[in-house]
């Protein structure tokens, strides 16, 4: 069981481009029953950002920013996401280029335990967020997260484990969790459905409103509580049933059951 619902502020991407409009989808989100937020950056000033979250009720949980904001820029950086309230920060993907190969990914790997060594000094801990990507084998060997649970600092970065790219990726969501176990600090819950397509050998997936695709929340929910998940963030990327204001309405009434 959980207390607040979270919301990966991406969802409604289109809604926030400016203060009216960001003003009015915060209130809209807080009557949804969302109270926490992870970002995925700001449209306008960060500041005012943080102040209409705040005049709204929502309180920012973490935030997805650029790799060069974070190597380069760390002091802005960090007192922006003091000023949000937050110590939770850190990229939503691999670096194309760290994508190449073992060796490239081996340089990735090293520059962000680095950074996350600098930020924690400053009481900070950087993220990682997952794609259904880094369960493919590289170089035909073992997966790139296989590679980050082995040699990222569990101390200076956890993972933001997004439950429908695991799904997506071939591996099983509650194992990853356990694996994972103590360094999700952040878990994406997002729902994964099969859609038949005329002609095709197998289906396409979709992302989906929480309940309305094929992963066993009762499971999922269940381990989360288990290892200690600290804050449960709802995204969903597209596919809405009307908008996406109307999709997380749904989301978050399958979800009351496991509130508190």
Request: proline share 3%.
């Amino acid at each position: 069981m959980f207390q607040n619902l979270g919301l990966q502020m991406f969802t409604v991407r289109d809604f926030i481009t400016d203060p009216e409009f960001a003003d009015l989808s915060f209130r809209r989100l807080r009557e949804l029953g969302y109270t926490e937020t992870q970002l995925a950056g700001h449209a306008f000033d960060a500041k005012l950002f943080g102040e209409l979250l705040a005049k709204n009720g929502i309180r920012v949980v973490g935030n997805h920013c650029s790799l060069d904001d974070i190597i380069n820029r760390p002091d802005e950086t960090m007192e922006k996401h003091r000023m949000w309230g937050t110590s939770n920060l850190g990229i939503g993907g691999i670096p194309h280029e760290a994508r190449a190969g073992v060796k490239e990914l081996a340089k990735f790997i090293d520059t962000y335990n680095k950074a996350a060594e600098v930020y924690a000094k400053e009481g900070f801990k950087l993220t990682f967020h997952n794609h259904n990507y880094e369960f493919e084998p590289i170089d035909g060997c073992k997966t790139p997260m296989e590679i980050f649970a082995e040699e990222f600092d569990p101390n200076n970065i956890s993972f933001v484990l997004d439950t429908c790219w695991v799904a997506a990726g071939g591996a099983d969501v509650r194992a990853w969790m356990e694996r994972l176990a103590g360094r999700i600090d952040i878990l994406h819950l997002k729902d994964l459905e099969a859609t038949k397509v005329a002609n095709a050998r197998s289906p396409e997936f979709n992302v989906t409103e929480i309940g309305n695709g094929n992963l066993y929340w009762d499971g999922i929910m269940e381990t989360a509580e288990k290892i200690g998940v600290k804050y449960y963030v709802v995204e969903q990327d597209n596919n809405f049933k009307g908008t996406p204001f109307d999709s997380l309405r749904m989301s978050a009434e399958y979800l009351k059951k496991y509130q508190k």
